[in-house]
C-alpha cells in the first residue's frame, strides 16, 4: 500500500510540474510574442520591452542603453546582426534615465512623435502638426521599413522620416547633402563617445561648389578631411573607390540642392558611418 501511495503522489507530482511548465512557457511564449509589434498608432504607443520591427524583419527599433551608460534612448539597428550597430538615436540630445521603465513613444492623431518619460514629461518630439479628420485618427502610423527609415504615415502619405535627420550613419537611398532653398541640411555627426550618442565634434557632409566634395568637420566648421571633387562616378580623392563600391555612387543637383547617396545591390546591411574617433 506505501508503494502505491508514493507512486500516486510521484504521479501527482509530475502532473503539477508539468503544468507548471506548460503555464511557464505559454507565459513566456505570449510574453515574447507581444515585445514585437509592426507599428505604432495613437492608441498603441511603443512601451519599454517592446521593439518595433520591420516586415522583412530586417531592422528593429526600440529602447536601449549603450555600454553599460547610466542614460537610455530610442534608437534603431538591424535585427539580427551582433554585435548591435545602432544606426539612428531619436533623442540623442535628450536621454532617459535607465531606470525609467515607464516610458513610451507614441504618436499622436495629428502625425507627431512624442517620447515621454514615467513621469510623462517631453523629452523629444518631431513638432509635426498635421489635421486629420477625428473619424481617421486610426489612419495615423508609425512603422519601419526595410531599409532602415522611420517613418509616420496617413493615409499612405508621409509625414515624417528619420532618414530627413541622420545621426551617425547613413543606409542604403538615404541622402547626404543640403537645399539651399528649403535650408534643410542633412549631415552625419559623430556620437560624443562609444557610451554617448549626443552629438560629437565630426560632422560629415557635402560641399556648395561645383563639383561638390564630402567633407569632414570638427566642430562643425575646421576642415578635417576632403573626399577630392565628384567626377560622376566616383569621388577623384578616393582612388580605390571604383574597385571596392562599383558604380552604386549617384549624385542629385540641382539649382538650390546637392545629394549624395548609395544603392549597391544585396546591400541590405551596409551602411556608412562616423565614429567618436572619426573613421568614415
Avoid at 58 to 66: A, D, H, N, R, V
Avoid at 251 to 266: C, G, I, Q, V
Wanted: charged letters at 15%; one cysteine or more; hydrophobic letters at 40%.
Amino acid at each position: 500500500m506505501g508503494v502505491q501511495m508514493g507512486s500516486g503522489a510521484e504521479s501527482f507530482s509530475i502532473l503539477n510540474f508539468l503544468m507548471f511548465f506548460l503555464f511557464i512557457f505559454s507565459l513566456l511564449s505570449s510574453n515574447f510574442h507581444c515585445a514585437e509589434v509592426y507599428n505604432i498608432t495613437p492608441s498603441h504607443p511603443l512601451a519599454h520591452g517592446q521593439t518595433l520591427v520591420s516586415s522583412g524583419f530586417i531592422f528593429e527599433l526600440g529602447f536601449f542603453s549603450p555600454n553599460g551608460s547610466a542614460n537610455k534612448y530610442v534608437g534603431l539597428w538591424h535585427k539580427n546582426v551582433l554585435p548591435r550597430k545602432v544606426m539612428w538615436v531619436a533623442n540623442r540630445e535628450n536621454p532617459l534615465a535607465v531606470a525609467d521603465n515607464l516610458a513610451t513613444l507614441r504618436v499622436g492623431s495629428n502625425g507627431n512623435l512624442d517620447l515621454v518619460d514615467g513621469k510623462q514629461i517631453s523629452v523629444w518630439s518631431t513638432n509635426t502638426t498635421f489635421q486629420v479628420p477625428s473619424s481617421t485618427t486610426s489612419s495615423v502610423i508609425a512603422s519601419l521599413l526595410d531599409n532602415g527609415n522611420f517613418v509616420v504615415e496617413y493615409n499612405g502619405y508621409q509625414l515624417w522620416q528619420s532618414f530627413d535627420y541622420p545621426a551617425d550613419t547613413i543606409l542604403k537611398d538615404q541622402l547626404l547633402g543640403f537645399d539651399s532653398k528649403s535650408g534643410r541640411k542633412n549631415v552625419m555627426t559623430s556620437w560624443k563617445s562609444e557610451s554617448d550618442p549626443s552629438t560629437g565634434k565630426y560632422s560629415v557632409g557635402l560641399t556648395p561648389e561645383t563639383p561638390p566634395q564630402v567633407f569632414i568637420w570638427i566642430n562643425g566648421s575646421i576642415p578635417y578631411w576632403r573626399s577630392g571633387p565628384w567626377d560622376r562616378s566616383k569621388f577623384i580623392g578616393i582612388p580605390d573607390m571604383d574597385d571596392r563600391y562599383g558604380s552604386g555612387f549617384s549624385l542629385y543637383e540641382n539649382l538650390t540642392a546637392k545629394y549624395f547617396s548609395y544603392s549597391f545591390s544585396d546591400s541590405t546591411l551596409a551602411y556608412f558611418d562616423i565614429s567618436s574617433e572619426v573613421l568614415v
